[in-house]
């Protein structure tokens, strides 16, 4: 059964500063991995979507990557702002509905 | 204006009393589902439908019910079987395996 776990469960950082956010999972035949954005009390946004042919994908500051031989993607967030705050998710596609993690809390203090 | 719309925002229930969440989308998207997220816990799926008139059920299925008689409609019913129904309520849809989008959500209390 595919796992999905991401590391920290919390993270604070000062503004500007750019950080990495961690997603694995445990089976590595997967399609696709999608990367959401969650605000309190809303519902989830989708910030990017890797296939599995691919091996990053990028929308303006963000940038993920996807190693499925060792069952990684990495959020990168370049000169973050204070309005970056809120939860980041990853997703496995697959045959099955998506699999979640549960998410790395992202506090940006200004 | 292509999206996922899901009503009402807030919803309060008796318990005892059944009550059934709205969620439209007009993205023509073939497959739909339905989350529980609870305070400090992770999406749980409660059923996923793939196709008009057949829906399956996901990791929290007692207690709740769906039907999927159109492609733009997935209704969720929970009903008075559910133990603890207070949560937040989330719809989604997607395409085989691109982009799953999510609707803004309901968040049920029952007391």
């Known amino acids: 059964k595919q796992e999905v776990t991401q590391i920290p469960a919390a993270l604070s950082v000062p503004e500007g500063e750019n950080l990495v956010l961690n997603c694995s999972f445990t089976?590595?035949?997967?399609?696709?991995l999608q990367w959401f954005r969650q605000d309190p009390g809303k519902g989830l946004t989708s910030l990017l979507l890797?296939?599995?042919?691919?091996r990053e994908q990028t929308s303006g500051r963000l940038n993920a990557s996807l190693d499925k031989s060792s069952g990684r993607s990495t959020l990168y967030i370049a000169a973050s702002q204070p309005g970056d705050s809120a939860t980041y998710l990853c997703a496995v596609v697959g045959n099955t509905p998506l699999v979640f993690g549960k998410g790395t809390r992202l506090s940006v203090i200004a | 204006d292509g999206g996922i719309t899901q009503s009402p925002k807030y919803l309060f229930r008796k318990e005892g009393q059944n009550v059934t969440l709205s969620c439209e989308q007009n993205l023509n998207h073939d497959a739909m589902y339905w989350y529980r997220q609870d305070p400090g816990q992770g999406l749980r799926l409660i059923y996923y439908?793939?196709?008009?008139?057949?829906?399956q059920k996901g990791d929290i299925a007692e207690g709740y019910s769906v039907s999927r008689e159109k492609k733009e409609s997935f209704p969720l019913t929970v009903t008075s079987a559910q133990k603890n129904p207070t949560a937040f309520y989330l719809c989604?849809?997607?395409?085989?395996?691109?982009?799953?989008?999510f609707g803004p959500g309901t968040r049920l209390t029952v007391t």
């Open positions: 890797i296939q599995s042919s691919q």
């Open positions: 089976d590595s035949a997967i399609y696709n």
């Open positions: 439908s793939q196709i008009v008139n057949d829906f």
């Open positions: 989604a849809s997607r395409s085989g395996t691109l982009e799953q989008y």
